[in-house]
């Protein structure tokens, strides 16, 4: 292995190994004086999805702003979602820096970091839509931007599967391949997660 792929690898398992930590540790603080009833009403909430332990994990630190709102819920995992996404992005444009890396490397990369630009550009358009359901003056405005919404994370949600797609060739790197592929998928689970909570929102109003 290249002296440069073993010092990008060491960068990458260091800030891999510090977010987590910190959302860790936010969760703490953010968690700490939330109510009984507000964490409750988000594990059963999560239960529901398809990935609960990830649901809880990236939504309790909310659970003061959250409380017991199926609306809030749904805003606010997607919102998580969405920065989520951002995060990836800025992952994997950093990994273009790197020297020695092969052309097809850097054209897969490229290739990943367009499609999770069209991700953020999707949740972006569903946070905006979310917002408009909460604005709406009836049930019929609700039922439209609610139905934008799901179609638009459904749609981002088929754009992160292509992602992990690009990075399956045999000529990228294993260890780069997997933190990439450990993030997308992760997004992916999060927009899976916003997806259901965003359809039980709907049915409840
Ligand atoms: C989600 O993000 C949007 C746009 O930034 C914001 O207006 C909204 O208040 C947020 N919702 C929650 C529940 O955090
Ligand atoms: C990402 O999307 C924005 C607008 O949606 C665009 O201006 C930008 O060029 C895109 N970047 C990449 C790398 O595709």
Known sequence: MAKQYQALFLVLSICYLFSPDLTAATAATAGSGASKEAVNFIQSSCKTTTYPAVCLHSLSAYANAIQTSPKRLAETALNVTLSRAQSTKLFVSRLTRFKGLKKREVEAIK????????????????????????????????????????TWTSAALTDENTCSDGFSGRYMDGRIKNSVRARIVNTGQETSNALSLINAYAKKY
Do not use: P, Y
């Not at 999770?116 to 039922?143: P, Y």
């Open 111 to 150: 290739d990943c970091v367009e499609e999770i630009n069209d991700t953020i550009d999707r949740l972006t358009k569903s946070v905006q839509e979310m917002k408009l359901c909460g604005n709406a003056k009836n049930q019929d405005q609700f039922s439209f931007h609610m139905s934008n919404a799901q």
